[in-house]
């Protein structure tokens, strides 16, 4: 047996590569396969991903006709839930800091002075102060659930005017107000935001103001964009 092939049978199950990225696939549908897919489907999808055989030739083989069909018979979404994973695998062993995929609800000023102080020193912090029945806090919750989505560096909080320990300071004149810090330093102090977007307004506006001051990072991908095209086919 030559020394190449030998190397070959003696990566890691994650190597990379052609057939490396295929076997990842397979071991991820085995993984996240709904428990209500017949036995018979999970059988092959067993198969597909076992990369322990003896039989080697398994192992580096190409993918059949058949598993081809299962995968474009699968759910789309599972093949987004491997991008993601892929992409925080990948965020994670670069060292860019911790990633989070939602907006936090912080419960008091407590929280809020945590979140400011102790984050990790790379990760860009976005705080939303807002209160209920104030015009546009409630467009502008939506607007950063979306945001969350596609910029996992950035930690995405919201808190309640009252609950900040501050109302005084945050009163409804000011609100919706974000606030952007990295490191403990106050990079964007936004009062009143919605006053530079029109009445209806969406997460692109957002996204777009904040470009502006150059506060966000590069984007992961398009997770909004990407919902609004479920029905699409996978190419």
């Not at 919201?158 to 330093?185: H, M, N, Q």
Request: hydrophobic residues 35%; contains cysteine; negative net charge.
């Amino acid at each position: 047996m030559s020394a190449c092939t030998q190397e070959e049978e003696d990566l890691p199950a994650n190597h990379t590569g052609p057939k490396g990225v295929i076997n990842d696939w397979r071991r991820f549908k085995l993984d996240s396969v709904d428990q209500n897919v017949p036995h018979s489907k999970k059988e092959l999808l067993r198969q597909m991903s076992n990369t322990r055989e003896d039989d080697k030739e398994r192992l580096n083989r190409k993918m059949s006709v058949q598993e081809y069909e299962m995968i474009q018979d699968e759910d789309e979404r599972c093949l987004k839930r491997y991008r993601k994973q892929c992409m925080q695998d990948m965020h994670e062993s670069l060292s860019f800091g911790p990633r989070f995929d939602s907006v936090h609800e912080l419960q008091s000023g407590e929280a809020f002075l945590e979140v400011i102080e102790k984050e990790h020193r790379l990760t860009l912090v976005v705080v939303h102060i807002y209160q209920h029945g104030v015009t546009g806090c409630e467009e502008m919750n939506s607007c950063l659930d979306c945001l969350a989505s596609e910029y996992s560096s950035v930690k995405f909080c919201r808190i309640d005017a009252v609950a900040t320990g501050a109302a005084e300071r945050f009163s409804a004149e000011v609100l919706p107000a974000l606030l952007v810090y990295k490191a403990g330093e106050l990079l964007g102090n936004f009062l009143a935001i919605t006053k530079h977007f029109h009445e209806e307004f969406f997460a692109t506006d957002v996204e777009g103001f904040l470009n502006e001051y150059g506060l966000l990072p590069e984007k992961d991908f398009a997770a909004c964009a990407d919902d609004e095209d479920d029905g699409g086919d996978v190419e």
